[in-house]
């Protein structure tokens, strides 16, 4: 997917009490129960994408909604207001300034070993991941840093997150692929209880919009 689905991942709100020596592993079972038990949410984000072939990273952010079981919206208000939508294997990406909305499958076994895997809460992290305890720049009191590295073949070649403990909030993860490129999400405003419209996850476009289509049966 292009920004929306190489990206990753978003969290969840837990009441329960932080257990005394909680594990890396521990605690991220704790964010996957907390994720599950939600059924929409949305975000403000800030997304960092540094490349070796750029010596300038590109900031983009947004909102972001989603809502189970399988619907995501990621609309990007600066630098550019373009808007990502996939619900049931398909991906719409609407980029206004040139006029074209593109139309994409996502084959089930992509989607499912990145992010709307996570966001649903059925990722099975410490099945697909060795995770452990990496400090790294940004921690502070009642904050978790942890590094999860794939026990299978992946585009990643690890990732890391910072949590706030408490919560099981997810405020920041940060994608490193086998190029030396990353990618870096920071969340805010985390807001849950919502019931977000159908139309939300639609694009509405204009007659005259160019509709490029990859799976071959064009609507308008």
């Known amino acids: 997917m292009k920004n ?22 521990a605690l991220l079972l704790r964010m996957e129960k907390s994720l599950a038990a939600i059924d929409a949410f949305q975000s403000d984000f800030e997304q960092s994408s540094y490349s070796q072939a750029v010596t300038k990273p590109l900031f983009q952010k947004g909102r972001l909604t989603f809502r189970k079981p399988d619907q995501m919206r990621w609309e990007y208000a600066a630098p550019e207001k373009n808007i990502y939508v996939f619900k049931d294997g398909l991906l ?8 074209q909305l593109w139309r994409q499958t996502i084959p089930k076994e992509k989607y499912e070993t990145e992010i709307l895997a996570l966001l649903a809460g059925r990722g099975s992290l410490t099945r ?14 009642g904050i978790a840093q942890l590094k999860l590295t794939p026990k299978e073949e992946s585009d990643y070649s690890y990732l890391l997150l910072e949590l706030d403990r408490t919560g099981v909030v997810i405020r920041k993860v940060i994608f490193f692929d086998w190029g030396g490129n990353k990618q870096e999400y920071v969340f805010s405003r985390f807001k849950t209880g919502i019931k977000p419209s ?21 609507r308008k």
């Not at 159908?198 to 064009?218: A, H, S």
């Open 128 to 141: 697909k991941y060795a995770v452990e305890d990496s400090p790294f720049p940004g921690g502070g009191p």
């Open 198 to 218: 159908d139309d939300l996850f639609q694009i509405k476009v204009p007659k005259d919009c160019e509709i490029i289509d990859e799976t071959r049966t064009v």
């Open 92 to 99: 719409l990406s609407y980029f206004p300034e040139d006029n």
């Open 4 to 25: 929306a689905c190489s990206i990753l991942l978003l969290a969840a709100l837990s009441c329960a009490a932080l257990p005394a020596q909680e594990t890396p592993q």
